[in-house]
């Protein structure tokens, strides 16, 4: 296993188990029509861990993302988070609980600048009426200040001074990404989902976003969970990993725990069951 040998210089401690459960999947099971996305799957993510989701194609890996961030309600089962039951989500308001997240496909505001984009991150901890907003001034002037000077930290963060003021369709690829990223941390979330975010990258975007999800785990405390096609870089990021095959899991455990497992050995190779 393994495409690209991973992030050079980047060692995890993989048998840590960190902190408390902060958000437990619980005999989940979600359904489209006959379409068995998900089938009865139970995992947790603990507070301050890189949690990797993996599995072959249609696995269910983003159906499972979108049931943690409240955009699919499963027809069975149920999502706790801080150590509470979840009623119904919606995505916002996972969001403003401290759930944030990235897309496979980049879903960034192409004609605004790296800069804006990164602000519409911080919509959701604005506090000023709209009347204020609209006026620019008193309170809402303040606001936007003090959120500027959070979103050029995040800039700073990311090293992406250079395209602060870039529309983002005039960015490549990788860099997009980034600025994704800077959105999602806009948001000050506790968990941060990550749907493969080096996916279309070059070997050298990789590390880089490599480091920088190391260093928002390391320097925040930002719990993440990621799905990620390329297994050289899960194995060399991640705490523990989830593994599903046709919605269901069939592994979970520390990095070298999946890896000689021999049914995730059979998914990946294709042996039918
Ligand atoms: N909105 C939807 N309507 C109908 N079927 C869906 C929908 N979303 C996902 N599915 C189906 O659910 C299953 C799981 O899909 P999902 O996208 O979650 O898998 P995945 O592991 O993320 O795949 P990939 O690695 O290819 O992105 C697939 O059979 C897929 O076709």
Redesign the pocket.
């Known amino acids: 296993m393994g495409s690209t040998g991973g992030a050079p210089g980047i060692a995890r401690g993989s048998n840590q188990h960190k902190g408390d459960v902060l958000l437990g999947v619980e005999n989940v099971s ?1 359904r ?2 006959g ?4 089938t009865d799957v139970s995992f947790d993510i603990r507070k301050g861990e890189i949690r990797a989701i993996i ?12 049931v943690i961030n409240g955009f ?1 309600n499963p027809q069975e089962g149920r999502i706790t988070f801080r150590g509470k039951t979840r009623a119904r989500m919606r995505p916002s308001v996972a969001a403003a609980q401290g759930i944030a997240r990235t897309f ?1 496909n980049v879903a960034l505001f192409k004609g605004m600048s790296t800069l804006d984009n990164i602000m519409t991150g911080r919509t959701l901890k604005m506090h000023s009426g709209f009347f204020w907003q609209l006026l620019r001034h008193g309170p809402a002037l303040r606001e936007e200040i003090e959120h500027r000077r959070f979103v050029e930290e995040i800039i700073d963060f990311l090293e992406i001074e250079a395209i602060r003021k870039t529309p983002v369709g005039r960015l490549p690829y990788g860099l997009q990404k980034r600025v994704e990223l800077g959105r999602a941390l806009a948001m000050e979330p506790e968990l941060l989902l990550l ?2 975010p080096m996916a279309g990258m070059n070997l050298e975007e990789k590390e880089d976003m490599c480091r920088f999800i190391l260093d928002v785990n390391n320097q925040f405390g930002t719990t993440i969970a990621l ?1 990620e ?1 390329d297994i050289g870089v899960v194995m060399d990021l991640s705490d523990r990993i989830v593994v ?1 095959e046709y ?1 269901r899991k069939i592994a979970d455990g520390s990095p070298d725990e999946v890896k000689n497992n021999q049914k995730v050995i059979d998914a990946y190779l294709g042996v039918a069951h």
């Open positions: 979600l489209f029509g379409v068995k996305a998900i599995g072959p194609n249609g696995a269910g890996k983003t159906s499972m993302l979108n699919y496979q749907d493969e799905i096609h599903l919605g």
